[in-house]
């Protein structure tokens, strides 16, 4: 753990044992302890599985005991926060995990109780305010209200932007999975929108959109400006166009050629075998694209930020300014928990949309 | 009544159908056979119009198949393929019912078509119903396709190499079944295969085409004695073709009065049958049987002048 004097200066270390009165650290010690040395044997996932969750539970322990511990008298100004060993264990703890749930392939179902589990400790935790010394939540404490608007515009920038490119993707994808032609001019298409740098992307969409939003009567006046929200908006709608139309391409295309043949000669219309037969069997991996653009667009729309976008991306751009890690955390942290969540909802998704044919495959 | 009318289809210059014309009878099994590429699949996916002919025309009781949206008119005909086709997505009861589903029958109905049809191909509906394909055997795929082409009660059956991804044993037995299911169903089948056995064996008329051409259409008995030329004398095999006669004509036809020794064979075997067990047991004569009763015999002898009438 640091601990600093105020948010900018850098802190010093204090080491796990020296945080608070040895009765108060070493239950946590202990406990991170034995969930390493527990999760260490490879043969028992369940084993490794409760030894991780216990050297998470045994952070936890410390973080809540030693944050108050080391404020205690440190002035007002000052600012505790986990310093490298912490962020280490983290990481070890949560691999292990991640291992050992890969071990154990629990079902779609088990997964989803599972992260809302974990989501609802998380909340629980922060809720509870035993966690309300340590920096990044202090930032949060002063800035709820920003917060909670960046979090709408992050959602509304990632969800909205996959919802467009799902709604042009889909007919286009459709389109290019019929026509050889079509396809032949617009994937290679895509994948040049795609290989422009996010960056430089952000940096076009201001003197186009400011264009549009100069010479055309009224576009002001719905928010289209060269920068904001909807340059941020447009240019994740674009990069997430390839995934989804050579998803939805793929997917259709993996129908099998007989199956296909026997529903053309049993008489469906070519509608009805898209809807029947070419759907369904290409969903895992036309859900697969929208996985893809999902967590491709809540870590993009971090550099939306820099363009007035808003979202999180506001508290990274800030806090890099401002050389204020915490404020960059408030930012990170979510983008990061937003995507693995949103990863972990797909995937049960895509688990779930084809069952049938895996069952015995 | 199918009537085929000088029905061509070329792709460029090839002639993958040449002026094809042949009559096929209500409730009788023909069977295209031919080498491979010589225009087997064209023709029989100009029927459903799978493919559209360059020129010619179909006609089904009649009626040219030009006169119905080509989408309506494969509902009405019976399609089954090699590989089977099977939707992996579906349950067995789904996709038997596909056809009747898209025809909008009832839910209870397609229900007991579906029972029914399991039955019929001896698959226990309640432990079938619910697979999927993948969860089924090679021979019960087939089954399954076969009958998903026949769950509407098509007039009409194209059947396009059905037997061809299966075994030698399972092969026999589908053919069995579908001869069996034939009689009992009274539709009109076509059905493409490369094997001639195959086609000796299932056809009430066989016709043999070549390079696009249609080159004889008669029943199994004519194409063995009498080969139109050089090309289906081969594709009947020249060693074989006595045996091949044989295993057409039933005991029944042969039975004399008089005894003989060792097992019976019943009426209804060939004399192919009965050839190879004179053969095995090194008898003369072997006893014929009907309803449980010896009837009377059929001789070594007279089984020999029979294969000898044809030179
Ligand atoms: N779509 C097509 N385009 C071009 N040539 C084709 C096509 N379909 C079939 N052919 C040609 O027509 C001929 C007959 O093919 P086919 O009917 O599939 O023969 P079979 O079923 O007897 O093996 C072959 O020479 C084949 O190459
Ligand atoms: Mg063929």
Redesign the pocket.
Known sequence: MSIAANRIVAGEGVMAWHLAAPSAVLPGIAAVVAGLLLGLPRAWPRLRFAGSALGLGGLLWLLMRGAPALLDGAGDYARVSPAIGFWCLLLVLMLLMADALVQMTPGPLARGALLAAVLGALALILGSGALSQLSVLQEFASRKAAFADATLRHLGLAFGSLAVAAAFGFPLGIACHRRARLRGATLPALSLLQTIPSLAMFGLMIPLLGWVGDSVPGAQAIGIAGIGFAPAFLALVLYSLLPVVSNTVAGLAAAPPEALEAARGMGMTPRQRLIRVEFPLGLPVILTGLRIVLVQNIGLAVIAGLIGGGGYGTFVFQGLNQTATDLILLGALPTVALALASAIVMDILVDLAGPAQRKSA | MIEIERITKT??D?H??DAVTMTAQTGTITVIV??????????LRMINRLEEPTSGEVRIKGQSTLATEPHLLRRRIGYAIQGHGLFPHYTVARNIGAVPELLNWPKAKIRARVDELLNLFSMDPAEFRHRYPAELSGGQQQRVGVARALASRPDLMLMDEPFGALDPIIRARAQDDLRRIHKALGSTIML?T?DMEEAIRLGDRVAV?DE?KLIQHGTPAEIIAQPANGFVADMVGDVERPLRLLSLIPLSDLVEDGAAPGDALPAEASLRDALAACLWTGRNAVPVEHDGAVVGRVTFDAIRARAQIHP
Do not use: E, Q, R
Request: aromatic share 6%.
């Open positions: 792709y460029g090839v993958a159908v031919g080498t491979s590429g010589s225009g087997k699949t064209t023709l493409v490369h085409m696009g």
